[in-house]
């Protein structure tokens, strides 16, 4: 398992941006499928994005698409989620979540940074 701590969130006015970091424990981060969900206040968490192996790889929800962009430094054990453009809608508590590339499941995930964008 692997320990994930989040950082960055914040309030900020529609339209603004945040730069959520995810840092990982793990030396074999480069091994490690990396991801960004969230969860708005008594809804199900869902997913956001996704970066594999070494970033070459990317997928993003349909409401991400344009707006949010994930990256990695995997000198750092690093992951990101730039958010720009914020909505309303956008608020919720943003989790990091990782798995190994032979993995099916998430099996590893952060204690959550709150994200809140006011209209």
């Known amino acids: 398992q692997v320990q994930l701590v989040e950082s960055g969130g914040g309030s900020v006015q529609a339209g603004g941006s945040l730069r959520l970091s995810c840092a990982a424990s793990e030396r074999t981060f480069r091994t490690f499928v990396m991801g960004w969900f969230r969860q708005a206040l008594g809804k199900e968490r869902e997913f956001v994005a996704l970066t594999s192996w070494i970033g070459g790889s990317t997928s993003y929800a349909d409401s991400a698409k344009g707006r949010f962009t994930i990256s990695r430094d995997n000198a750092k054990n690093t992951v990101y989620l730039q958010l720009s453009s914020l909505k309303a809608e956008d608020s919720g508590v943003y989790y990091c979540?990782?798995?190994?590339?032979?993995?099916?499941?998430?099996?590893?995930w952060g204690q959550g940074t709150q994200v809140t964008v006011s209209s």
């Open positions: 979540a990782a798995k190994s590339v032979t993995a099916t499941t998430w099996d590893s």
